[in-house]
Every structure is written in structure tokens, then in C-alpha cells.
């Protein structure tokens, strides 16, 4: 069998699936998980490998029309940056018709790249008659190569889903090692790890506008010294995240160490501390603190 490579876009609306299905897909967690929307910021690459193909996803923002601040314009324009380059296109939509948030992002794909529509989240429907149905309306529009259902929860069909990007991915080598699994360094994951545990461990209670600055990695053997400040715009978000006598940080700090020892596979000694800093663009230093 020869070997195959390519570029795989996962895209849809804000909490279809998209991060949980890439990490299903590299056997780690690697892409921000939360039921607050909008918890991925920047397009992430996932690298999965066989012995015959290299699969590179491509884990956009969750696109959207509503709330159209400086910050989800720019996440806007990421996901259509990132479907000009792709050789093919994961679409997720959860089991419903068509919105025009999902015809928006269907009319940035460019007419040559092929998509594979994605039903996610069919454990939902307690009619099953109801997915028939819709799968045979969207049969009747020839934009798409194939049409799955599926349940990331459940892991059901993802196998297949595999298959089919395989056979729109171009036949040559591979572009990374084969055990390289992201194209993103280690002082950016411990900062979204961070995030992720901030935004799971404090609910609906804290607004966006907060990042990680990892202040300071330091990597001695097989132990990662790491220093991470949480920064925050308000004064009252401080305590959101501290928590009564600082049991909410403390939690937040252990969940995200036991993540990076997952995903670094060594010993990680974690401090963390929460700062305050008005007016701060979130964009621009959050970039600027991963060095990007």
C-alpha cells in the first residue's frame, strides 16, 4: 500500500465535537475540552500516524455569527484561512437541518477540496427515524463526498470516518516523525492545559478575557519545572478563579500538573498564581507570551 499525507480541516459551529474528535483521534488529550464555547483560540495541528498514512488535523475555533468582538472576528478568520490550505475537510453539525452559521463555513470551503459531512452526537436522538430523514436530505446536496454519522462520545464510526479522510489525503511521504503528535511545543500545551482547567473548574462564571503566561519552563531530565501566571483583567475575576482560601486554584493546578504528566510522560512541578493586568489585549499577549 503507498503511503499517503495530507492536511484534514475539523470544522463547525462552537461545541459540535471538534477538539474532543481530534484528541479521540491521537489516543491523547491534546485540544481544549469544555462546554464553554469558543475555548479553542488558535489553530492547532494533530499529527496521527500508521504505517501507511500520516493524518495532520487541522482543530479550528468554532465559528460563529453572533458576539462578533475583536476576538471572534479573528477566530473567524482563522477557520477560513485554514480551509484554503487543507486537503480535505471534516464538516461536524450536531443531528438538525442546516443553520446559516453551518452555510457560512460551507461557502468558505473552496469547490475543489472535498467534505465529509459529519453527523455528531446521534446518541442524542431518541428517533432514529429522524436521522434517515435527514441523512437523505442532505444525499440531495452533491457538496458532499460522503455523509457519516456519528458519536464522538460513544467513539461510534470513527473508524470509518478514518477511512474515508484516508482516501482524499495525496500519495506521498510522510511531512513529520512518525511519533511527532502536534507541531505546537511544550510551553504552549502547558498553557492551554492550564486554560482548559480554568474554563471546566469555573464554569460560566468567569467572561473570556482571561490567558496563561507560562513565565517560566524550565526542563531538567525527565522533570518540567513550569510557572504559569493566570491573568485576568478585573479585580473581581481574581476570586473566581482562587476560590475559597484557594481550594478552586489549588484544583485547577493539580488537574492540569496530572494532564501534563499525561501528555509529557515525566514528573511536572506546577505553580501557579492569578494576576490582574486592565486593559490587556488578549490576542496580543497571549501570542506574544507563547512566542508565536
Not at 501507511?52 to 471572534?72: A, R, S, W
Request: charge should be positive.
Amino acid at each position: 500500500m503507498k503511503k499517503r499525507c495530507g492536511t484534514i480541516a475539523i470544522v463547525g459551529q462552537p461545541n459540535v465535537g471538534k477538539s474532543t474528535l481530534l484528541n479521540y483521534f491521537l489516543g491523547t488529550k491534546l485540544s481544549i475540552t469544555s462546554r464553554k464555547a469558543q475555548t479553542t483560540r488558535y489553530q492547532l495541528l494533530g499529527i496521527h500516524s500508521t504505517p501507511e498514512t500520516q493524518y495532520i488535523f487541522v482543530d479550528t475555533p468554532g465559528y460563529q455569527l453572533k458576539h462578533l468582538n475583536t476576538l471572534n472576528k479573528n477566530l473567524n478568520k482563522t477557520v477560513k484561512q485554514a480551509l484554503q490550505e487543507v486537503d480535505v475537510v471534516l464538516f461536524l453539525i450536531e443531528p438538525r437541518k442546516m443553520t446559516e452559521v453551518d452555510e457560512k463555513i460551507l461557502q468558505m470551503i473552496p469547490k475543489e477540496t472535498p467534505i465529509i459531512l459529519v453527523i455528531n452526537k446521534v446518541d442524542c436522538l431518541k428517533d432514529k427515524t429522524k436521522l434517515l430523514e435527514l441523512i437523505q436530505v442532505f444525499k440531495e446536496d452533491d457538496r458532499y463526498k460522503e455523509i457519516i454519522p456519528t458519536s464522538v462520545k460513544k467513539k461510534s464510526n470513527l473508524k470509518q470516518l478514518l477511512e474515508s479522510a484516508r482516501e482524499f489525503l495525496p500519495e506521498q511521504e510522510f511531512i513529520y516523525e512518525e511519533d511527532q503528535i502536534t507541531d505546537k511545543n511544550e510551553r504552549f500545551l502547558a498553557a492551554e492545559i492550564i486554560r482548559e482547567k480554568i474554563f471546566r473548574l469555573t464554569g460560566q462564571e468567569l467572561p473570556y478575557s482571561v490567558a496563561v503566561e507560562i513565565e517560566k519552563f524550565e526542563h531538567e531530565g525527565n522533570v518540567r519545572r513550569i510557572f504559569a501566571a493566570i491573568i485576568v483583567e478585573r479585580d473581581s475575576h481574581k476570586p473566581m478563579i482562587i476560590g475559597n482560601k484557594g481550594i478552586r486554584l489549588k484544583d485547577i493546578s493539580t488537574k492540569a500538573r496530572i494532564d501534563m504528566e499525561k501528555l509529557f510522560g515525566g514528573k511536572v512541578w506546577l505553580e501557579t498564581w492569578v494576576k490582574v493586568q486592565k486593559g490587556w489585549s488578549d490576542d496580543l499577549r497571549a501570542l506574544k507570551s507563547l512566542g508565536l
